[in-house]
């Protein structure tokens, strides 16, 4: 069964760190592009970051700088390093992967599969 599994969730204080991450089961990662998405209550969801099939890395404003994604495929997993955390980070974290046909520098507009979603709350 191909499937995205998110881990690392939780509840941080405002500056603290959290690392999510994005196993793979049934394929390897290594050609898949990986984008992270988040979603607040009551807004729609919001691509994050992502790693490309080729490596490159994009960023939205709200986390450049203080979020990191990288990829593991000894572990075929993508993480995401997410420090600084602000009270506005908190949303369910989705990963998503596609395998792109061609190399991409960024991320991609569709997707094949999706994890089921990892909560992240910060809060004092």
């Known amino acids: 069964q191909l499937q995205l599994v998110e881990s690392g969730g939780g509840l941080v204080q405002p500056g603290g760190s959290l690392r999510l991450s994005c196993a793979a089961s049934g394929f390897s990662l290594d050609d898949y592009a990986i984008t992270w998405f988040r979603q607040a209550p009551g807004q729609e969801r919001k691509e994050i970051s992502c790693?490309?099939?080729?490596?490159?890395?994009n960023y939205a404003d709200p986390v450049k700088g203080r979020f990191t994604i990288s990829r593991d495929s000894a572990k075929n997993t993508v993480s995401l390093q997410m420090n600084l955390l602000k009270l506005e980070d908190t949303a369910v974290y989705y990963c998503a992967a596609v395998k792109p046909s061609w190399p991409r520098h960024s991320c991609p507009l569709e997707y094949d599969y999706w994890g089921q979603g990892t909560q992240v709350t910060v809060s004092s």
């Open positions: 790693i490309t099939n080729i490596g490159s890395t």
